[in-house]
């Protein structure tokens, strides 16, 4: 098995993606090898000896940033790391591709280059939520802002399967994401998509508010990705307000300090709870590939959970088996 890494991509890049790999190497068997995609000088210096057995670099000169149009970057970057190696998930040069760089030149590069999984409309992104009831996946989180209830349909598919495979979560639990419970709640986009999952979804639990995201019996939320993006963006900017408003209220009294070394132990625990790191990056769901989006800001650890998820998609046959679950329902459309 062989696996591509953007070696390039991420806030802490090349360093936080070449460590992780190091340290994916002690969770895997002898038989997967990584592939660090970019340019080989700046990765080789990252390695004070010789590389291991089971790591090589595929050069790449080109470079691809934040300004880069998603929607060019296949013809105006061909040598990137990120088209360099969806493209060799295409040509069956590996078998699956890790990235924490530009999510749109991920996404459209794998649009492009990969195609869909026969039968889905368009491709979601999907974000793992840990909580405290088992982790959720949302989807989508950005990729089809203008969604119909089809899609949401086949989201609500994809997501499943990834707990299934990925999260080893079986027959999980799917909730509608909307402002009510009641199922005449909601946009036209809303109110049919209710209709279509209570009729073909055994395991639709109906609507769920903004306020019960997180402790729902809902596995997998689903909406479209403009609500999906403002509420990761949301959830994101709350943890860090929290967390800054937590370190200057401890740092203005002595026994706020005392107190919080009492409770670090429980500080630790929760934090760990909900470290995205560890749970690594998210398949892109409904292209015909392995390709694994990582956070922006993922260190090693969520890079090293990244290669492990990897693993699990090809190990599983999440591709194949999404593709006989979307082919039973083509006649929705």
């Known amino acids: 098995m062989k696996i591509a890494l953007d070696a390039m991509g991420g806030d802490f890049a090349p360093a936080a993606v070449i460590k992780g790999a190091v340290e994916a190497l002690s969770c895997t068997p002898n038989n997967v090898e990584l592939i660090l995609l970019g340019n080989e000088d700046l990765i080789q210096k990252e390695f004070s000896s010789l590389l291991p057995s089971r790591i090589s670099i595929h050069h790449c000169p080109d470079s691809i940033t934040i300004q880069d149009r998603a929607s060019t970057v296949v013809k105006s970057k061909p040598d990137s790391s990120i088209v360099q190696g969806i493209k060799m998930v295409k040509e069956n040069k ?12 991920v996404l459209a590069a794998s649009l492009l280059i990969l195609g869909r999984i026969p039968g889905v409309r368009r491709p979601a992104l999907g974000v793992y939520i840990p909580t405290n009831v088992g982790g959720k996946i949302l989807c989508d989180v950005g990729a089809n802002p203008d969604a119909k209830p089809f899609h949401l349909f ?18 999980p639990k799917i909730g509608l994401v909307n402002i009510g419970e009641e199922s005449n709640k909601g946009s036209d986009l809303y109110r049919e998509t209710y209709k279509i999952f209570k009729d073909n979804l055994p395991d639709f639990v109906g609507n769920v508010e903004g306020r019960n995201l997180l402790n729902s019996e809902a596995n997998v939320l689903i909406c479209d990705g403009f609500v999906g993006n403002t509420l990761l963006k949301f959830a994101e900017s709350w943890i860090d307000i929290f967390g800054s408003e937590i370190r200057t209220k401890i740092k203005e009294k002595l026994s706020y300090k005392f107190g919080a070394f009492l409770l670090k132990p429980v500080f630790e625990d929760i934090r760990k709870n909900y470290d995205y790191e560890e749970h690594g990056g998210v398949p892109l769901l409904g292209v015909n590939g392995v390709s694994i989006i990582a956070h922006g800001s993922a260190g090693s650890k969520s890079i090293k959970n990244s290669i492990l998820a990897a693993k699990k998609c090809i190990d599983e046959n999440l ?3 999404t593709k006989n679950s979307i082919s039973n329902y083509l006649e929705l459309n």
């Open 94 to 105: 590996v078998n699956g591709f890790i990235s924490a760089g530009h999510t749109g030149a």
């Open 154 to 171: 086949q989201f609500a598919t994809m997501g499943s399967h990834y707990l299934d495979h990925i999260e080893g979560c079986k027959h």
């Open 319 to 321: 591709i194949e088996d």
